[in-house]
């Protein structure tokens, strides 16, 4: 639905590199408009968008090897400015005759690096900074018209500028936190370079949104299968300030959500809450238990999971009758992730994205969310009104528990890495908000322990705050001993990560004390369990989640 809509824009070409989604994200957080698109898109269509500005992207392959990603040499003689990173730095000096090289020394990780600060493209920025190279080829010629405008100790041009022309190309990855200007640097691109003013404000995306909606919806009946999770929350909350009873939202309770997360959503959206639509809980806790009774196997678990879901869904839809609008809450990396948008592999078939369901009468689906990526659905949850505790909440996954519980799911099991996960993460919580609080009031500044800011407190967050955290239970249960009696109770396990794509993560460096200050609360609250494990694990071999 923001593609419908005017606005500023700048487009990404994607070659198949690993942080495409990064570099629109960062784009977006200098407030401008920004969309993926696959090398293959037809140069008509790129002209025919009227981008303010073009990012190549880097890629896999190596520019000058036969059948490697490509572009037209007419694509830089568009008139429009053009940031090439790192392969697209490389592909753009190939194709407008420069030569790039297999490099004697591959340049990985963190690079010292020389700016030269006179070029729009480094403004602002100290001429002796770090970067983050990935790379095995450099471009050992510049071609006509380009001068060097930053080196490093193995790469004369670490990064190249036409600027009669407006082609720029970085060897490194300005987009990823390891190179520390590198939001700076893509600004700079698309607000000085570009010209763009920046007009890409969550608030007048929610105001423009929903008067689409209720253009596009009219006096139609909508549907939405409300699973308590942000995004379908955030949508929920945008089709009721558009249509308000118009929307029913049926949210299936499958009795493997985090603790207390159902009472937490009906009271959000439900009959006393602050949002006017038809809400619909089914509570079907013993349903679930039942299908899953015996049954070990994760993908076994995650297919009775999904399969469940679109049954008790598709009772409740029968009852509503026909509709004329099916909601769901797809946003921008479910689109790029399921092959639908820029040119990285298939990563999931999501449901919202990669087949409709058969068995509801409707004439057209609403995706208020396609276009945002999950910080800006967040922002958009919090001008909505929606309460920080549902906003903020960690990714979970469609099958919840279900796969944070190793074996067979009963009931008991389900109880016990609740209230686990529940300390867990209450604790963690704590412990960043404490030290936020007093690392602000370093500098001078206050935030309110009870309401803070929390723009603010991410801000000040330590540095070992993770990105996903949750507890899992294990199916080992071993011998301990609690007061005077001997148990043989189950093992929790800690999971904490640190990632900027979750498509490769770390364990979070999580102080010592404040683990033991969990591992006490979890086994002295929570019966049933008499060991703690963390897990520090990588992704990969790992992955984040147990199953």
Not at 51 to 68: R, V
Not at 381 to 400: A, D, H, M, N, T
Not at 456 to 480: C, E, H, I
């Amino acid at each position: 639905m923001a593609s419908e809509m005017k606005r500023e824009k700048v487009i990404v070409i994607d070659f198949g590199g690993q942080y495409n989604q990064l570099v629109a994200r960062r784009v977006r957080e200098a407030h401008v408009y920004c969309e993926i698109f696959s090398y293959r898109t037809p140069l008509e269509e790129i002209r025919a968008m009227k981008p303010l500005g073009i990012i190549l992207t880097g890629g896999p392959n190596s520019c000058y090897e036969p059948g490697a990603a490509t572009c037209s040499p007419e694509l830089f003689e568009l008139g429009i400015p053009v940031l090439g990173l790192c392969y697209g730095a490389q592909l753009m000096s190939q194709v407008l005759g420069g030569k790039v090289e297999r490099a004697a020394n591959r340049e990985y990780g963190h690079t010292d690096i020389t700016l030269d600060t006179t070029s729009p493209m480094f403004a602002g920025i100290p001429e002796k900074t770090t970067c983050w190279m990935s790379h095995f080829d450099y471009i050992s010629k510049a071609a006509p018209g380009f001068r060097a405008i930053a080196t490093t100790e193995n790469c004369p041009f670490a990064a190249v500028a036409n600027d009669e022309k407006k082609l720029y190309g970085l060897q490194f990855h300005p987009e990823v936190l390891h190179t520390p200007c590198g939001s700076k640097m893509i600004e700079n691109f698309v607000r000085k370079i570009c010209g763009a003013k920046g007009d890409w404000e969550m608030g007048s995306f929610v105001d423009e949104t929903v008067a689409s909606l209720r253009e596009k919806i009219g006096d139609g009946k909508v549907l939405l299968a409300l699973s308590g999770g942000v995004d379908s929350s955030v949508a929920a909350g945008l089709l009721s300030r558009a249509v308000g009873k118009q929307l029913t939202c049926v949210f299936v309770d499958h009795g493997l959500l985090r603790k207390d997360e159902g009472d937490q959503v009906e009271g959000v959206f439900g009959e006393n809450g602050s949002f006017d639509l038809n809400f619909i809980r089914v509570n079907a806790q013993e349903r679930y238990y039942k299908k899953l009774a015996g049954v070990t196997e994760p993908e076994r678990k995650r297919k009775i999971i999904g399969e469940e879901f679109i049954r008790v869904f598709e009772e409740e839809a029968k009852k509503i009758g026909a509709v004329d609008f099916l909601a769901q809450g797809t946003i921008y990396p479910d689109v790029v992730e399921s092959g639908l948008g820029g040119e990285s592999a298939v990563i999931k078939s999501h449901h919202n994205v990669g087949g409709l369901p058969d068995f509801v009468d409707f004439k057209e689906i609403v995706e208020p969310l396609r276009y945002l990526f999950k910080d800006e659905v967040r922002e958009v949850g919090r001008k909505l009104g929606i309460p920080e505790y549902l906003v903020s909440r960690q990714p979970f996954p469609g099958p919840g528990l279900g796969i944070r519980i190793i074996g067979e799911v009963t009931g008991e099991k389900v109880k016990i890495v609740q209230d686990a996960d529940a300390i867990y993460r209450e604790e963690i919580d704590n412990a960043a908000k404490e030290f936020a609080i007093g690392n602000a009031a370093a500098d001078g500044i206050t935030i309110d322990g009870e309401n803070p800011d929390y723009k603010l407190l991410r801000k000040y967050y330590p540095a070992w705050m993770p990105d996903q955290y949750f507890a899992a239970l294990t199916n080992m249960r071993s011998v301990g001993v609690m007061g005077d009696e001997r148990t043989y109770d189950y093992a929790v396990a800690l999971r904490a990560v640190k990632t900027v794509d979750f498509m490769t993560a770390e364990a979070a460096a999580i102080p010592f004390d404040v683990l033991q200050r969990v591992m006490s609360r979890i086994i002295n609250e929570v019966r049933g369990v008499n060991r703690c494990f963390y897990d520090i694990s990588s992704k990969p071999p790992g992955t984040i989640e147990f199953e």
